[in-house]
């Protein structure tokens, strides 16, 4: 493959186009053409539309009015095609959280659930979970909204806090950063961290992308939920869920969001699609604060090197090159989905070497950079030259990590000596190598000989709102466990078993 390097422009293009699961701007597709032949999408507007077997609509991710100018509208949900390793991961993933959501899930029908599992909640000894719920777990797993306290006791409960905090910043200035308090250990709740991502993690992202917003009418999408829609019970349990969690989280660790979103979509998404959950009002009174770090991505110099190669196709005798494409601002067409059995796709197969990926490029095809698109749908060999853009880091990754150790810096700014106990919980890869490399970073780490605590809890991507919920119920038995744990460990879905008989050997 040729190389080459390049800044700037392309940089700044490809960071445009990449996106959280919340986040891309995205445009009307009613120009879209899609030739039945070729399997080629075109896209007059730039902007990829989904295919139609994903039961997303060409309408269905549009925002309106204020929302869509201030926000943004959300990112395609796609399908994209894993290995079978891959696929044999999250099959087991999928089963694991399944039955350990089961083992974790609080009886209805009795007071003190009998522990059947090691990990199953012992409520009897440990009253953290039901002391964080509002009401009954009746009312928690069938989604009945949590009364809240009037505004006026949230506001004046929030006046109290922040002058208070006001207050001891000022004696902390005084006195000195630490105020001759000792290290109350790692897993002290005052001294452990819990960084949550949002979307796919608390919010159930991809559910609401691929099944509720295209359920509703075109002028219900621009506001919040319905009651009258289908999908508002699952919601409302689900929302009621996340509340439970954030108050267990803080009962063990002090807790923050970090985002991949632009402010302020983590408070109108929950206002939208979690009826019943007052967010801002709850990490008000908890005291959580939320980052948005995609605002950080206009100022990420990222380099790019071009990688080049030619795919070569037989389309003599027909058959679908099965890719959905995008057309770009200087001519080329960027890959938006391979299409499973179409000839790109067996390409692949026997060039593993050369494959061709969602987001590579066509520059050229049959030497010809014009009319890409007509090229391709000609009964003909076809020579397509394609190229990737790798990028020297993933802009992404650098934007949690600027607001993590933000983060890192407010929890533990005044308490340098501290041994730092980081949980970091997300859905995607980013999380996991941002925090890494927060707490590998000299210059952020406690000054404290002790080595930090770097823990991750890698979600399922893409979930269900069903595996989703099931991830969080599993995680409000864990939480105080896995604060508690004296040791780094990373957590994916499958690994479940393992992590287990670390965190409740003891049990």
Same mark, same amino acid.
Not at 30 to 37: F, G, H, N, P
Not at 73 to 95: C, I
Not at 347 to 354: A, G, L, V
């Given at each position: /493959?040729?190389?080459?390097?390049?800044?700037s422009?392309?940089?700044?293009?490809?960071?445009? !186009?990449?996106?959280?699961?919340?986040?891309?701007?995205?445009?009307?597709?009613?120009?879209?053409?899609?030739?039945?032949?070729?399997?080629?999408?075109?896209?007059?507007?730039?902007?990829?539309?989904?295919? %139609?077997?994903?039961?997303?609509?060409?309408?269905?991710?549009?925002?309106?009015?204020?929302?869509e100018?201030?926000?943004?509208?959300?990112?395609?949900?796609?399908?994209?095609?894993?290995?079978?390793?891959e696929?044999?991961?999250r099959?087991?993933?999928?089963?694991? #959280?399944?039955?350990?959501?089961?083992r974790?899930?609080?009886?209805?029908?009795?007071?003190?659930?009998?522990?059947?599992?090691?990990?199953?909640?012992d409520?009897?000894g440990? +009253?953290?979970?039901?002391?964080?719920? =509002?009401?009954?777990?009746?009312?928690?797993?069938?989604? @009945?909204? +949590?009364?809240?306290p009037?505004? +006026?006791?949230?506001?004046?409960?929030?006046d109290?806090?922040?002058?208070?905090?006001?207050? /001891?910043?000022?004696?902390?200035?005084?006195?000195?950063?630490?105020?001759?308090?000792?290290?109350?250990?790692?897993?002290?709740?005052?001294n452990?961290?819990?960084? *949550?991502?949002?979307?796919?993690?608390?919010?159930?992202?991809?559910?609401?992308?691929?099944?509720?917003?295209?359920?509703?009418? %075109?002028?219900?999408?621009?506001?919040?939920?319905? %009651?009258?829609?289908?999908? $508002?019970?699952?919601?409302?349990?689900?929302?009621?869920?996340?509340?439970?969690?954030?108050?267990?989280?803080?009962?063990?660790?002090r807790?923050?969001? #970090?985002?991949?979103?632009?402010?302020?979509?983590?408070?109108?998404?929950?206002?939208?699609?979690?009826?019943?959950?007052?967010?801002?009002?709850?990490?008000?009174?908890?005291?959580?604060?939320?980052?948005?770090?995609?605002?950080?991505?206009?100022?990420?110099?990222?380099?790019?090197?071009?990688?080049?190669?030619d795919?070569?196709?037989?389309?003599?005798?027909?058959?679908?090159?099965?890719?959905?494409?995008?057309?770009?601002?200087?001519g080329?067409?960027?890959?938006?989905?391979?299409?499973?059995?179409?000839?790109?796709?067996?390409?692949?197969?026997?060039?593993?070497?050369?494959?061709?990926?969602?987001?590579?490029? *066509?520059?050229?095809?049959?030497?010809?950079?014009?009319?890409?698109?007509?090229?391709?749908?000609?009964?003909?060999?076809?020579?397509?030259? #394609?190229?990737?853009?790798?990028?020297?880091?993933?802009?992404?990754?650098?934007?949690?990590?600027?607001?993590?150790?933000?983060?890192?810096? @407010?929890?533990y700014?005044?308490?340098?000596?501290?041994? $730092? =106990?980081?949980?970091?919980?997300?859905?995607?890869?980013?999380?996991? !190598?941002?925090?890494k490399?927060?707490?590998?970073? +000299?210059s952020?780490?406690?000054?404290?000989?002790?080595?930090?605590?770097?823990?991750?809890? =890698?979600?399922?991507?893409?979930?269900?709102?069903?595996?989703?919920? =099931?991830?969080?119920?599993?995680?409000?038995?864990?939480?105080?466990? /896995?604060? !508690?744990?004296?040791?780094?460990?990373?957590?994916?879905?499958?690994?479940?078993?393992?992590?287990?008989?670390?965190? *409740?050997? @003891?049990?």
């Amino acid at each position: /493959m040729a190389t080459a390097s390049t800044t700037s422009e392309l940089s700044r293009t490809r960071a445009n !186009q990449q996106s959280c699961p919340a986040f891309s701007d995205i445009h009307s597709v009613q120009d879209a053409e899609v030739d039945s032949q070729a399997g080629v999408l075109s896209i007059a507007t730039g902007h990829a539309r989904p295919c %139609e077997d994903e039961g997303v609509g060409s309408e269905s991710m549009g925002f309106r009015s204020w929302f869509e100018d201030r926000v943004g509208a959300p990112r395609l949900v796609r399908k994209e095609k894993r290995s079978p390793e891959e696929q044999g991961r999250r099959d087991t993933a999928l089963e694991k #959280v399944h039955h350990f959501a089961t083992r974790c899930d609080i009886s209805l029908h009795s007071g003190m659930p009998v522990r059947t599992a090691m990990s199953s909640p012992d409520l009897q000894g440990n +009253s953290l979970a039901l002391e964080a719920m =509002n009401d009954s777990p009746e009312d928690a797993l069938k989604g @009945k909204p +949590s009364p809240s306290p009037p505004a +006026s006791c949230f506001q004046a409960c929030g006046d109290l806090r922040s002058l208070t905090r006001k207050l /001891m910043a000022l004696i902390q200035d005084f006195l000195g950063n630490d105020l001759g308090v000792a290290d109350p250990g790692f897993q002290d709740p005052e001294n452990a961290v819990i960084i *949550f991502d949002w979307d796919d993690t608390l919010l159930p992202t991809t559910y609401i992308l691929s099944t509720v917003i295209p359920s509703l009418a %075109e002028e219900d999408r621009a506001g919040v939920l319905p %009651e009258s829609s289908p999908h $508002q019970a699952a919601l409302a349990a689900h929302a009621h869920l996340v509340g439970f969690l954030l108050r267990t989280a803080r009962r063990v660790a002090r807790v923050a969001i #970090v985002s991949n979103s632009l402010s302020p979509w983590v408070e109108a998404s929950s206002a939208r699609y979690l009826p019943g959950l007052d967010l801002e009002s709850l990490l008000r009174e908890l005291d959580v604060p939320i980052y948005y770090a995609r605002r950080h991505l206009p100022n990420i110099a990222v380099t790019y090197k071009v990688e080049k190669w030619d795919v070569h196709l037989d389309r003599s005798s027909g058959g679908r090159i099965g890719v959905d494409i995008i057309p770009e601002f200087d001519g080329s067409l960027a890959v938006a989905r391979i299409e499973e059995g179409g000839l790109m796709d067996k390409w692949n197969q026997e060039h593993p070497d050369q494959e061709v990926h969602p987001g590579d490029r *066509f520059s050229e095809v049959n030497g010809s950079s014009q009319h890409l698109t007509a090229e391709c749908r000609k009964m003909q060999n076809l020579r397509i030259t #394609v190229y990737r853009a790798v990028p020297d880091r993933d802009p992404y990754v650098e934007a949690k990590r600027i607001d993590m150790v933000a983060c890192l810096e @407010k929890f533990y700014g005044r308490h340098q000596k501290w041994r $730092q =106990n980081v949980l970091s919980i997300g859905d995607a890869c980013t999380e996991q !190598q941002a925090i890494k490399e927060v707490l590998q970073d +000299s210059s952020v780490v406690s000054t404290s000989a002790r080595r930090p605590l770097c823990k991750t809890v =890698n979600l399922i991507d893409t979930p269900t709102l069903e595996q989703l919920s =099931n991830e969080l119920r599993i995680l409000l038995v864990w939480l105080s466990h /896995m604060v !508690q744990y004296h040791k780094d460990f990373d957590l994916f879905m499958d690994g479940l078993d393992d992590l287990e008989a670390e965190l *409740f050997k @003891k049990a």
